[in-house]
């Protein structure tokens, strides 16, 4: 199965993208802000939906840190 982390601090958005995302068949893995995202960041991660303006870090600096 192929895991998807969605980098989001809105809950809401959180919810939709996870509950659409796992009835896609996919495994998700959630991080509410960009130093959480990089630290649950691995090689079993295939795809990566990042949020540009997240909390302690954004998405451009979580994006270049991976």
Do not use: W
């Amino acid at each position: 199965m192929q895991r998807i982390l969605v980098i989001e601090d809105d809950i809401d958005i959180q919810d939709i993208l996870k509950n659409h995302l796992t009835d896609a068949g996919y495994e998700v893995v959630i991080a509410a802000d960009g130093v959480a995202g990089i630290a649950k960041f691995d090689d079993t991660i295939s795809l990566v939906l990042l949020d540009i303006m997240l909390p302690k870090i954004d998405g451009e600096t979580a994006e270049n840190s991976v």
